[in-house]
């Protein structure tokens, strides 16, 4: 079992960034690809960004490239999501996900934190 918690979520103005951590717990961390997930209301989960197992490869929706970065510290077990100029579409909560491959479908991760809410006001 991993267990994940995200943090780092608040409401922000368009335009400013904010970074999410997720701290993983239980199984070794560096032997899973991690990925960022967020759900607005009434919508489906949808792919944000991934990484792979030691960091050497990351992918992004189209939507965040140029805006956001993701990173981990396996030595902290620990995977960020840098976010930057925010736009009110970001809106949702983030989740991160922990899974064998680099992947942006929801079901190739094995294992998901709660998720932290991430609101960006106009």
């Known amino acids: 079992q991993v267990q994940l918690v995200e943090s780092g979520g608040g409401l922000v103005q368009a335009g400013a960034s904010l970074r999410l951590s997720c701290t993983a717990s239980g199984r070794t961390f560096g032997n899973y690809a991690m990925g960022w997930f967020r759900q607005a209301p009434g919508e489906e989960r949808e792919f944000v960004s991934a990484?792979?197992?030691?960091?050497?490869?990351?992918t992004y929706t189209d939507s965040v490239k140029g805006r956001f970065t993701i990173s981990r510290d396996n030595a902290k077990n620990t995977v960020y999501l840098q976010m930057a100029s925010l736009k009110p579409e970001d809106t949702g909560i983030y989740l991160c996900?922990?899974?064998?491959?680099?992947?942006?479908?929801?079901?190739?991760?094995?294992?998901w934190g709660q998720g932290t809410q991430v609101t960006v006001s106009s």
């Open positions: 990484i792979n197992y030691n960091g050497g490869s990351t």
């Open positions: 996900a922990a899974g064998p491959y680099l992947r942006s479908r929801v079901a190739e991760y094995d294992y």
